[in-house]
């Protein structure tokens, strides 16, 4: 064969095998990168004290007051049953209303992140029963029963505008006081067993009047 045919024949092989190798390269996915998560940040404290401000205005201020009057050192707090009458170690100190009520609570702070404000007060009753005696006995015929109030909060959303979440308004009970009711499983014993003594008194009469007269 020719010098030059043999030249030409050796260019056109590497030639088509240069195009094998860019077309199997071509051939191959392009990785392209991750699309970025959308982070959503919190909103300011003072932009979320505004907007609860408008629509909570006067709905909490009586329950903001009572709030003033609970102890503000934490303490292990019972129910303080037999201990009206005492004199105070301390004359200065007073008993908070909470305390001296004949159904006494406390409170506990509740925390939940999602919704503002984030911490709330919530009452829970001391007494399982009402200090109803001379010196604040419990008097188990009755009940103390927390006492419910409708609120306002705001409350945080998965939505995110302008890089920040969206937050609504939404409506919850929490407990306020506690009140003394009567105990229905007590007060059904006591009627039952006064129909008993009822019944009793009526067969007693009926006895008596049915007696033959004495000669």
């Not at 191959?28 to 699309?35: A, E, N």
């Not at 008097?139 to 609504?168: D, E």
Request: net charge positive; charged share 20%; with cysteine.
């Amino acid at each position: 064969m020719h010098p030059k045919k043999q030249v030409f024949l050796a260019q056109t092989v590497l030639m088509f095998l240069g195009l094998l190798i860019v077309s199997s390269e071509g051939s191959k996915p392009i990785k392209r990168p991750p699309p970025k998560t959308k982070v959503c940040g919190e909103r300011q404290e003072e932009v979320l004290e505004q907007m609860y401000g408008h629509l909570a205005a006067g709905m909490l201020s009586a329950y903001h007051h009572t709030l003033q009057l609970q102890p503000l050192e934490k303490e292990n707090i019972s129910c303080p049953a037999g201990t009206r009458g005492r004199p105070l170690v301390d004359t200065k100190q007073r008993l908070p209303v909470n305390i001296q009520s004949i159904s006494p609570w406390a409170y506990r702070i509740t925390y939940n992140p999602t919704r503002y404000p984030k911490y709330i007060p919530e009452a829970y009753c001391l007494c399982k029963g009402c200090l109803t005696g001379p010196y604040g006995e419990e008097n188990l015929n009755f009940r103390s029963t927390p006492v419910y109030m409708p609120t306002v909060i705001l409350r945080r959303t998965s939505s995110c505008t302008g890089g920040r979440y969206v937050y609504v308004e939404d409506y919850i009970t929490i407990p306020v006081g506690c009140t003394c009711v009567p105990d229905p499983e007590k007060e059904s014993e006591m009627d039952s067993a006064n129909s008993s003594l009822e019944k009793e008194k009526f067969k007693v009469s009926i006895n008596k009047s049915e007696k033959p007269p004495s000669n």
